[in-house]
């Protein structure tokens, strides 16, 4: 089946512009997960949705970062006034998240979007 | 704050031998997650292990967890090349808690 779609997968913007960057998950998954991964680093967490509202959004460096996820499935995260230090790729995950199996599934990977501040 | 350790950080081996990378987390955690990459591409799940002594095997790759140690080990035995990647430990920070720490990776690379 499909798996987690990102798009687009490639995004170069200018200083102090504003971008979204879209996640599709896989169908069924109810829990969405972003992290964001700098060169030679590992993920690192930045927000966590079960359904729609965020569960945990205690990664989210400042208040230029946003995201939402309004039906529960397609989740968008929205970078205002970004900045060089921004450029990283950005991963979203997901899961399928059943109750009394909660926290002990594995978070699929999609293909990342790789965002460039010039 | 958990903190997540790997080593080494770079690996390089020959095809045929063994070897274990290793994976020290700070806290308390009840899931450990092993993931590989490939260059330029996303994160593919390996292995969880869920529970003290766990061990999981596929292939030529094999995780354990110590949670009383809080250790876990990627054995990997009789390298190939297509071993080569980056493998990143990923833990929970805490009981029923989703958001996982990931370690900064082991690369990996098999030279024939």
């Known amino acids: 089946g499909a798996g987690v779609s990102q798009t687009p997968s490639n995004k170069v913007t200018e200083k102090g512009k504003y971008v979204e960057l879209r996640c599709d998950p896989i169908?069924?998954?109810?829990?969405l997960y972003w992290y964001r991964q700098s060169l030679g680093q590992g993920p690192e967490f930045l927000i966590y949705?079960?359904?729609?509202?965020?569960?945990?959004d205690s990664g989210l460096p400042n208040d230029r970062f946003f995201a939402v996820r309004p039906e529960g499935s397609v989740s968008t995260l929205k970078i205002q006034r970004t900045e060089r230090g921004d450029s990283a790729v950005y991963l979203c995950?997901?899961?399928?998240?059943?109750?009394?199996?909660?926290?002990?599934?594995?978070?699929?990977f999609g293909p990342g979007t790789r965002l460039t501040v010039l | 704050e958990l903190k997540v350790e790997q080593n080494p950080l770079f690996l390089s081996m020959q095809e045929g031998k063994n070897y274990t990378i290793y994976c020290n987390y700070s806290?308390?955690?009840?899931?450990l997650y092993w993931y590989r990459q490939d260059p330029g591409k996303s994160l593919e799940s390996l292995f969880v292990?869920?529970?003290?002594?766990a061990v999981k095997q596929e292939g030529r790759l094999m995780a354990s967890l110590d949670t009383k140690a809080r250790l876990s080990t990627l054995h990997i035995t009789a390298a190939v090349h297509d071993l080569s990647a980056t493998y990143f430990c990923?833990?929970?920070?805490?009981?029923?808690?989703?958001?996982?720490?990931f370690g900064t990776g082991t690369r990996l690379t098999i030279i024939p």
């Open positions: 995950a997901s899961s399928l998240n059943e109750r009394g199996l909660a926290g002990r599934d594995t978070q699929y």
């Open positions: 169908s069924g998954h109810t829990a």
């Open positions: 949705f079960q359904g729609t509202g965020a569960a945990d």
């Open positions: 806290t308390t955690s009840d899931r």
């Open positions: 292990l869920l529970s003290n002594g």
């Open positions: 990923a833990v929970a920070d805490s009981f029923g808690n989703e958001k996982l720490t």
